[in-house]
């Protein structure tokens, strides 16, 4: 029985390829981050609708409907294939909105749904490479790693949109856009045949046919665990209330503040300093704190943010309330892949996986529709201030839930 290993050791425990494509899993997605900023700015200068705007983030998120079939797939294909099938179809849906981009697209929501679920299969294909490939040891901490370089993305990139919708435009910023597919698409092909094909195999093989039969017994072997079933469906709770808040982030700084695209792009870039350090010292704070106190203490942190955002006046108040709202994102991500990847077998982790993919996701269309509609009667301030108070509150269920009892197993290579 070994101790979760430090950063640098747990590098070296990666393989050599498997790190190349993690790093250019990172890059894609941090140059995904760029289409989250300039097609709802898009959707604003066309519609100046906060429904629209909520209509559109709302087809991004039901993009995980699809994770039944994504988490099925990556249990019984070569992941290899997923990632570059994924990544060209990506490519080519940008290239629509660059061809049209002039005009108004009626198809714009179909659209940013390829886009998100793309991004999800690049999701799930890296904890799935991470449980198959990486020992035990290392999990928490590359977790944390990327954990941390995703959440980065998710500020910086969108903060970068602003600047480049200023000089090069929307077309110009999506075929940059595009072209950062690339980064996983070409390093997908330096990775070995799978470890695991023998799961595959078997899963062919297996009396248990269709696609939901297969994520039912996935299901059924989840539930078994008690702590991380609890932890899955309270984080998905803080994904309604945090994904609420956040859609109308853009629209609040635009219509409340009526700030540029340059000075929303450098709020939301600086915004990432604050979580990045959850990420940063993950591995140390979870072994100090626990599960329990990790988990209640981010999301009490995340609904104070989204209180102070609903009061800030000036940039640099909006840019410290952001970041404590995108708190919760390295811990609980970390948490949970962590303790899946180390209690879950290999021939149905996919499926777990996107179950718990799918429970995080699924409170999210309503959120954004609901936020829409909330923000049209209240205001943003009020509407925030309502979703700041039930997220402080499920921060402090997580002391009636299992997760109170909830630890990291100890590695075992």
């Known amino acids: 029985m070994s101790q979760q290993s430090t950063l640098p050791e747990s590098l070296r425990l990666v393989p050599p390829s498997l790190r190349v ?48 079939w994504a988490g099925d797939l990556l249990d019984r294909w070569d992941i290899r294939a997923i990632v570059q099938a994924s990544g060209l179809i990506q490519i080519l849906a940008i290239g629509v909105v ?34 198959t490939r990486v020992p035990s040891a290392a999990r928490l901490a590359l977790n944390g790693l990327i954990g941390t370089l995703t ?20 077309r110009g910023t999506l075929i940059l856009n595009a072209m950062g597919f690339l ?5 997908s092909f330096l990775l070995p045949a799978p470890q695991t094909d023998h799961f595959a195999i078997a899963a062919q093989r297996s009396p248990v046919s269709g696609v939901f039969d297969r994520f039912v017994t996935g299901f059924h072997l ?12 309270v984080v998905a709770g803080w994904y309604v209330t945090w994904g609420g808040v956040y859609t109308m982030v853009t629209y609040h700084f635009r219509h409340h503040f009526h700030w540029s695209s340059s000075e929303v792009g450098l709020i939301t870039m600086t915004a990432g300093i604050i979580p990045v350090g959850f990420g940063l010292f993950g591995i140390r704070l979870t072994q100090k704190w626990g599960v329990p106190r990790l988990i209640s203490g981010a999301l009490i942190l995340s609904g104070l943010g989204m209180a102070a955002l609903a009061l800030a006046n000036a940039p640099w108040e909006a840019f410290l309330a952001l970041g404590c709202m995108n708190g919760a994102i390295v811990p609980t991500t970390m948490v949970i892949d ?42 943003t301030s009020t509407s925030f201030l309502i979703w700041a108070g039930a997220t402080m509150a499920l921060g402090a269920t997580v002391w009636t839930t299992k997760i109170k009892e909830a630890k990291l197993p100890p590695s075992t290579d």
């Open 21 to 68: 494509f993690l790093a250019g899993a990172v890059f894609t997605d941090f140059m995904s981050g760029l289409y989250r900023l300039v097609l709802p700015w898009w959707v604003y200068d066309v519609s100046h609708s906060a429904l629209a705007m909520g209509l559109f983030i709302m087809m991004q998120y039901l993009a995980g409907l699809i994770t039944p």
């Open 98 to 131: 660059v061809f049209f981009a002039q005009h108004p697209l009626p198809f714009i929501d179909a659209l940013g749904f390829i886009l998100a679920g793309g991004t999800l299969f690049t999701q799930l294909s890296v904890n799935k490479l991470i449980q």
């Open 151 to 170: 959440t980065i993305s998710w500020n910086v990139s969108p903060g970068l949109a602003g600047f480049f919708i200023m000089t090069i435009g929307i």
């Open 183 to 187: 980064a996983i698409v070409i390093p």
């Open 222 to 233: 989840w539930h078994r665990e008690k702590d991380i079933v609890a932890l899955t469906l």
């Open 338 to 379: 962590t303790m899946t990847q180390s209690r879950i077998s290999a021939n149905v982790y996919g499926r777990v996986n996107a179950l718990q993919t799918l429970l995080l996701l699924v409170g999210q269309p309503l959120a954004a529709i609901t936020e829409g509609l909330l923000v049209g009667r209240l205001g």
